[in-house]
């Protein structure tokens, strides 16, 4: 079974910058859909970003031009480059991978620990 764990979070001011990291174990990583899922306080988790194992991207159109998602097949590694940083962007944000329509979809068992971020002067 493949595990993710996130990291890059943090503390930043508005119109700031945080690139996120999920790594992933698994020698099935390349060959998954990858998400990146934020979820407020008091709101439901929603779908950020998310990229097929070829490459493929899909945004929420709340971060359209402002978050990248990529990801680095050799690294067992996606990343969430996100930009232009704003308040509503706080919330604690997890990645999860799998079948396509199931990412899209967000119906996962299990989650890993999320990592925060605050946007905030």
């Known amino acids: 079974q493949v595990q993710f764990v996130e990291s890059g979070g943090g503390l930043v001011q508005p119109g700031g910058s945080l690139r996120l990291s999920c790594a992933a174990s698994g020698s099935i990583f390349s060959i998954y859909s990858m998400g990146w899922y934020r979820q407020a306080p008091g709101k439901q988790r929603e779908l950020v970003a998310a990229?097929?194992?070829?490459?493929?991207?899909i945004y929420a159109d709340s971060v359209k031009g402002r978050f990248t998602i990529s990801r680095d097949n050799a690294k067992n590694t996606v990343y969430l480059q996100m930009n232009s940083l704003k308040s509503e962007d706080t919330a604690v944000y997890y990645c999860n991978g799998g079948p396509y329509d199931t990412v899209v979809a967000g119906t996962f068992h299990y989650w890993g620990q999320g990592t925060q971020v605050t946007v905030s002067s």
């Open positions: 990229i097929t194992g070829g490459g493929s991207t």
